[in-house]
Every structure is written in C-alpha cells, then in structure tokens.
C-alpha cells in the first residue's frame, strides 16, 4: 500500500487540507474580535445611556415602630423595633409603548429603547386599616416605584390617588433599592373605602425591559416597533403579536403562580434582581458575524467537495493537477469567508455573500482555465462553485433544516462520486507504479505520473 500512488496522492491531499485548517482558525479568531468590538458598541451605550430595566412597583412602604416588652434579670425592660411594612397591590396593571432607537458608533449599531409607561394599582384597605396592633406607631406612608438604573427616568407625571394629584420625588427609599421613584402618602388615604393610584413615566434603557408583577393579579401589555423581540424569563406571554413591523405582547400572573406575596415581609431587604418578572429583550437578529462563524464550519465541506471534484477530473480524465495548485485553490476558498467578514460590515451579509461568490468563483475560473486549458471544463467548475454557495446560503437561512439539506448535500455528491467511478480500476492505477519499477518509464517517463 505505501508504493501506491494512489495512496500518496490520497494523503497529500489530506495533508492540503489538515494545513488550510491554520487560516481557517486564524479566520475565526478574527470573527471572534470584529464580534467583541460590535459588543463594545453595546457596552458603550450602556454606560452613556442607562442599562437594563426592571421596574418594581408601585408598593405602599410604611414605617413601623414597634415596642416590645421582655424581661431580663426578673425585670421588665421595653425594647424598640424599627422597620418597613409592605403593602402590595391587588390589582396592578402597566401599559407600555416602546420606541427602539439604533445607534451607531464608527461602522457598528446597538441600540437603546423609550417606553412610556402608565401604572394603575388598586390596594386593599381592609388590610391598610386593620394590620396595626397598639403597640405600634407607624410613619409616614410613602408609595414606592424601583427602577433598574434611574439615568433612564424621563418626564414623569403626578401620582394620582383617589383623584388627587401628589408630587414625585427621587429615590426609592427602600433599603437595598436606592434607584426609583418615591411619593408621600397622605395618612388619610389610609383610611378611604378604596385606594387607587395611577401615574406615568418615560424610560430609557438597552437590552432588557422586566415588570415584576407584584399584584395579586398583574397584568402587563407592551407594545414597540422592534421586529425582533426575545421573550426568554421567568414568564412567556399570554399573547404576542410579532410583525416586520414591531410587535404587541400582554403577560399576565398571579400570586397562585409566582408567590411573590411571600417574598416582602417585615424589615426586609429587597433584591429585585431575584424577583421572577415579565421580560422582553431587544434582542440583535442573527448578525453577519453569528453568519459568517456558521459559514466557516461549513468551510471544510466546501473545501473537501472542490478537491474530491479536481480528483474525479484526474481519474477520469487523466489531467494531472499539482499539490500547489489544489493548495491554491483552496486558499482562493478561504479568502471567500475573509472577502465575505469584511463586506458584510458595510453592505450586510446577503450581498456581501454575493460578492464574495462572484469574486471568488471569478478568480478560480480564471486560474482553473490556464490549468485545464479548457474554458468549458473551467465554466463546469465555476459553476460548480457558484452551486455550492447557493447551497451553503441556504443552509445558514434554514437553520431548523441544516442537518437535513447537509446530509442530502453530502449523499448526493458520494452518489455522484459513487456513479461516475463505477467502472475504475482503482488496483490498476497502483499498478502502474510497479510498471514503472520495471523499466518503462525510461521511454516515456511523463506517461504514468500523477502529479506534474
């Protein structure tokens, strides 16, 4: 086997393709760097903007002072006790309307997010009338709204409860939540027949908007002009609309679901980021650096077919193509996915892919002519080329289907492979190489070759 020519030409090509592995992975490292700079863009705008949002509230928050009686060493001694009573709301219901705005920094875009927001929150009176013993004194009563970066907080309305108007200060004032909205709750309101509150603001953000749906029954309906929302969370809506156009979405939850009743309780420190929310991304569609990094893993199938098909060319045909030459060539394929990373930046993916091809397929049926010299074989495999891009193409746009169109992909060329060298000796052409040994390759030494 080792004297077999056909066995060391099998191998060189092996080894062609085992050394084009080493630009293909210096390629990907290079996807990998344009990807980290277009994420920086994203951090960036984060950092002049505000991040991700999480709105928690409204909530009533009163403070309480409790005094206790214990003993110690056989004498009564009072003990004072100082903390935060939460009320949470019955009803709570956010409407909200998004604007998604793209921002570019140099050749890359992110972008940021406006939603105008109304909040409607009915609270239980019975509970705010009847949850204090003697021996406790409460504070002023203030209704709370928490954001996740208060820099996003735009134009913010009055607090309206019971049909009057209040003013909204800064600043959560919550233990562990600084960043929000605050207002003073009258003590009387305490004690009307129902207590409703409703107010309104702007909010900015990037990425991520989450509602935590405090209400025992909370309902939270979005609408934006993003055609390529993410509703991955804690909770999917219960319908959602997505169009070219933007999408519409309405979650709803209650505490038979999220429990979140149990999650505030006296003296408590929040952390909203543990509370379960509804939440919807801004979410990048599949960008030409995820598509150009999918397209390199297919590099090698691309690759492997255009040398099986220069093979099948020799065996059938008796041309003979050099390693150099096939090296070449599949160089030339691997600066189509470089041609293809650079365009995408400034034209998108689907015409970069097109240029690339064309370039691509133009260059190697020009190289292909001078060694074939045959312009018909070298249209054959430059439209052979083409075809295979066409295919690679649509195996990145069906994703759910790639396995599938690969494999028939495959099978048909092994098919091909398969029928057009039905009829070869494949140990005739390890024989000629013991033809040679015996002494006619003195009359004609070119005859039996197989690489130039």
């Known amino acids: 086997m080792l004297k077999s020519a056909l066995f060391w030409k099998v191998m060189t090509l092996l080894g062609c393709m085992l050394l084009l592995l080493i630009p293909l992975s210096m390629l990907s490292s290079l996807i990998d760097e344009r990807s980290s700079y277009r994420d920086d863009v994203e951090q960036s705008l984060r950092q002049s903007t505000s991040g991700p949002q999480t709105i928690t509230g409204p909530l009533i928050a009163i403070p309480i002072t409790e005094m206790t009686t214990v003993m110690e060493d056989n004498k009564e001694v009072k003990k004072e006790r100082r903390f935060i009573r939460y009320y949470l709301p019955e009803n709570l219901s956010i409407v909200g309307k998004q604007n998604v705005e793209p921002r570019h920094i140099g050749i890359y875009e992110g972008q940021i997010w406006r939603?105008?927001?109304?909040?409607?929150?009915?609270?239980?009176?019975?509970?705010?009338?009847?949850?204090?013993?003697?021996?406790?004194?409460?504070?002023?009563?203030?209704?709370?709204?928490?954001?996740?970066?208060?820099?996003?907080?735009?134009?913010?309305?009055?607090?309206?409860?019971?049909?009057?108007?209040?003013?909204?200060?800064?600043?959560?004032?919550?233990?562990?939540?600084?960043?929000?909205?605050?207002?003073?709750?009258?003590?009387?309101?305490?004690?009307?027949?129902?207590?409703?509150?409703?107010?309104?603001?702007?909010?900015?953000?990037?990425?991520?908007?989450?509602?935590?749906?405090?209400?025992?029954?909370?309902?939270?309906?979005?609408?934006?002009?993003?055609?390529?929302?993410?509703?991955?969370?804690?909770?999917?809506?219960?319908?959602?609309?997505?169009?070219?156009?933007?999408?519409?979405?309405?979650?709803?939850?209650?505490?038979?679901?999220?429990?979140?009743?149990?999650?505030?309780?006296?003296?408590?420190?929040?952390?909203?980021?543990?509370?379960?929310?509804?939440?919807?991304?801004?979410?990048?569609?599949?960008?030409?650096?995820?598509?150009?990094?999918?397209?390199?893993?297919?590099?090698?199938?691309?690759?492997?077919?255009?040398?099986?098909?220069?093979?099948?060319?020799?065996?059938?045909?008796?041309?003979?193509?050099?390693?150099?030459?096939?090296?070449?060539?599949?160089?030339?394929?691997?600066?189509?996915?470089l041609v293809l990373l650079a365009v995408s930046e400034h034209i998108g993916f689907n015409g970069a892919w097109l240029l690339a091809s064309l370039i691509c397929a133009g260059i190697n049926g020009f190289y292909l002519k001078a060694i074939l010299n045959s312009w018909k074989t070298s249209l054959m495999f430059t439209t052979g080329l083409l075809t295979l891009d066409a295919v690679l193409w649509q195996l990145l746009q069906s994703e759910d289907s790639a396995l599938l169109l690969g494999t028939g992909v495959l099978f048909v060329a092994l098919s091909a492979i398969m029928m057009l060298t039905r009829h070869t000796d494949w140990y005739g052409m390890s024989k000629k190489v013991q033809i040679l040994e015996t002494g006619d390759a003195q009359k004609d030494p070119d005859r039996f070759r197989l690489w130039k």
């Open 115 to 337: 939603t105008a927001i109304t909040l409607d929150a009915t609270f239980n009176r019975q509970q705010l009338n009847n949850d204090f013993s003697g021996n406790t004194q409460i504070g002023t009563p203030y209704v709370v709204l928490a954001v996740g970066d208060s820099r996003g907080i735009g134009k913010v309305g009055e607090l309206d409860i019971n049909g009057k108007s209040y003013p909204i200060e800064p600043g959560s004032h919550l233990p562990g939540v600084e960043q929000g909205l605050h207002a003073i709750l009258p003590a009387e309101h305490l004690q009307d027949e129902k207590l409703t509150l409703r107010f309104s603001l702007d909010l900015m953000g990037t990425k991520q908007l989450a509602v935590v749906p405090l209400g025992r029954n909370s309902q939270f309906s979005l609408t934006s002009n993003w055609p390529h929302p993410s509703f991955i969370g804690d909770f999917l809506p219960q319908q959602r609309t997505v169009t070219e156009s933007g999408f519409t979405a309405n979650w709803q939850s209650t505490w038979f679901a999220n429990n979140l009743n149990t999650s505030f309780y006296d003296g408590q420190i929040m952390d909203v980021d543990r509370l379960p929310a509804f939440s919807v991304t801004v979410a990048n569609p599949v960008d030409q650096y995820q598509l150009t990094d999918r397209a390199v893993k297919y590099a090698i199938l691309l690759i492997g077919l255009t040398f099986m098909s220069f093979f099948l060319l020799e065996t059938l045909t008796g041309l003979r193509v050099h390693p150099m030459q096939y090296l070449l060539v599949g160089l030339s394929l691997v600066m189509f996915y």
